[in-house]
C-alpha cells in the first residue's frame, strides 16, 4: 500500500464512489431484490414452461400450412377460398392475444399461462374431428382464440421473473418458437404421406383416403396436453411479484420472491427479505379489483354522463387500451405495432402457401414436399441463438431487428428466382435463409418488445402487438390465395415489400426506446478494481 494514500481515506472514497453509482441506479427496489435472487431453478424451470407456449404456438401454425393442401383436396376449395382456413386460425388469435394479454394484466399472469394451453390442447382435438370446411375454420379459429394468448403472456411472465442480466434470455423462447414448426414437421412426415391423396391434378381425391392431416391435428392435441399437464403437475407457479406490487399488493409480492428464493434452494435470502425490498411506491397503486362501479358490487361503469353503463371488464380494458396511447407512449405504441403487423403479414404469406409453393411444380411427391419443410424449418432454429447474441453487439436490438427484416427480404427474392431457374437445391438454400433470417427477426422482437413497456401496461402492449400480427396474419392468406391466381411469385413479391416497411419502422425507433431501453441506459454496472 502506497504511503502516500492512506487506507482509511481510501475506504472512504470507495465508500462515496459506491453511494454515487447506487444513487445513479434506476432500478426499483424490486429490480435489485429480483437481481439478488438471480437466476435459479424456478428461472431455468419456469424458461422452460413458457417456451412450451411458444413451442405451441408455431406448431400450430406450421400444422395449419402443412395441412393446406391436404384440405383443399379433402373439400374440393379453389386456390382463392383456401387461405380462409389459415384466416380462421389468425383471426382466432387476434382475438386472443388481446384477450389473454389484458386477462394477464386484470387477474395475473398464472391464470393465462395454464389457460391458454388447455384450450389449445382441446380444441385441436375437437379440429381432428371436423366433418366440413366451415366445420373446420371454426374449430381452428377457437384453437386460435386460446393459443394465441401463449406468445404475449407467456413472455410477460417470463420477463417478470428474470434478473436485469438475464434478460436477453427472454429472446431464447425463440427456440421453442423455432421447434415447434420443426416438430410439426416431423409428426407430420410420420402420419401425413401414407394417409393422403397423391398430387395429382385434376385427380379427384377419396376423402376416406385422405385422412393423414386429421391424424396430425389429433396428434399435435395431444401433445398439447401434455405440455398443459408438465405445467400444473411438475411445478408450481407464484405469481409475478411485478404484476402483484403494480396492482397495489406487495405483502403477496413479497409472499412470492420469498418462496422462490426458497425454490432456488436459497432459503437464508428468503428469510432475509422484508417488505422494504419490494418497491413501496407502488403499495398506493390500486388493485384492479378496487375499482368500483355506480354501487356496491354493481360491476357496471357509467358512460355518457352516468346515464348508461358498460360492464366492469369491457371499462376496464378501455382504461388499459388507453394508458398504452397516452401521449408518453403513442408514438412508441404505433411504431411497434406496426413492425409486428407488417413482419406477420410478410412471414405468413411466405410461410402458409410454402408447402403449396413447393408442390407447384407437380413433379414432386407429398413425402419430398415435406422433407423440403422439414429442412426449411431446421434452417431456421439457429436463429433464436443468433438473436439473443445480436442484441449484445454493437448492432443492439434495433439494428440487429432491421436488418434481419431485410435479409429476410432479400431471400425471399433469392426463393423467386431459384423457383423460376427450377434448381432445388438453391430453393432448398434460398428457404433455408428466410428461415434463418426470419427466425432472428422474431427472436429480436418478441424479446424486445416487452422491456419497451412500462410493467403496468406491458400484458396489453404485447398483447395488442400480438394481435396485430394476427390481423396480418388473417390478411395473408386471403390476400395470397388471390394472388397465386395472377401468379406463384406474387404472394412472395408481395411479402419482400411488406418485410422492407416493416424494417422502415423499426429504425424509426430508438435503441433506448421505452422503460426498458432507459433503465439499460441509466444503469451503472458496479465494477470493483484489483
Partial sequence: MSPYFPVSDAEDDVEHLLDELDAE?????????????????????????????????????????IVLPRVQQHYSVPDNYIGFVSSAMFGGMMIGAVGWGTCSDLLGRS?????TLFFTAFFGILASFSYSYT??????FLLGSAVGGSMPTDGTLLLEHMPQHKLYLVTALSLFFSLGSVLAALIALALVPQNSCAVIADLPCDPALNNGWKHLLAALGVLTLAMFLARIVFFRLYESPRFLVHAGRPKEALE???????????????????????????????????IEGPGPGSGYQPI????????HWAHRWVGRVRLVLVPEWRRTSVLVWAAWGG???????????????????????????????????????????LGAKLILTPLGRRWSLAGSTLITAAFCILFVFAQTAKSEWSVRISAIG????????????????????ATKVRGTACGIASALSR????????????????????????????????????????????????????????????
Fill in 111 to 115: 391464470t393465462a399461462f395454464n389457460a
Fill in 471 to 530: 390481423i396480418g396474419g388473417m390478411i395473408a392468406p386471403i390476400l395470397g390465395g388471390a394472388l397465386l391466381i395472377v401468379s406463384r411469385a406474387a404472394p412472395v413479391y408481395t411479402s419482400m415489400v411488406a418485410f422492407v416497411l416493416a424494417a422502415g419502422c423499426v429504425l424509426l425507433l430508438s435503441e433506448d426506446e421505452g422503460e426498458g431501453g432507459r433503465s439499460r441506459g441509466g444503469r451503472r454496472v458496479r465494477v470493483v478494481v484489483h
Fill in 343 to 385: 413482419m406477420a403479414l410478410a412471414y405468413t404469406m411466405f410461410n402458409v402457401f410454402l408447402p403449396k409453393l413447393l408442390e407447384s411444380t407437380g413433379t414432386k411427391s407429398i413425402e419430398d414436399s415435406l422433407w423440403d419443410v422439414l429442412i426449411f424449418t431446421i434452417g431456421g432454429c439457429p436463429g433464436a441463438l
Fill in 25 to 65: 441506479d434506476l432500478r426499483t427496489k424490486l429490480d435489485k431484490t429480483i437481481d439478488r435472487i438471480g437466476m435459479g431453478s424456478y428461472q431455468w424451470t419456469l424458461l422452460c414452461l413458457c417456451g412450451f407456449g411458444w413451442m405451441a404456438d408455431n406448431m400450430w401454425l406450421q400444422a395449419v400450412a
Fill in 256 to 290: 412470492a420472491l420469498q418462496l422462490i428464493a426458497r425454490f432456488n434452494g436459497n432459503t437464508g435470502l428468503a428469510g432475509e427479505l422484508q417488505l422494504q425490498d419490494v418497491d413501496d411506491t407502488a403499495a398506493a397503486v390500486p388493485a384492479p379489483d378496487a
Fill in 135 to 140: 366445420s373446420l375454420c371454426f374449430l381452428l
Fill in 434 to 453: 428466410v428461415g434463418l433470417a426470419s427466425t432472428t427477426m422474431w427472436a429480436v422482437l418478441y424479446g424486445w418488445t416487452p422491456e419497451i413497456f
Fill in 304 to 311: 355518457g354522463g352516468g346515464k348508461e353503463y358498460v360492464p
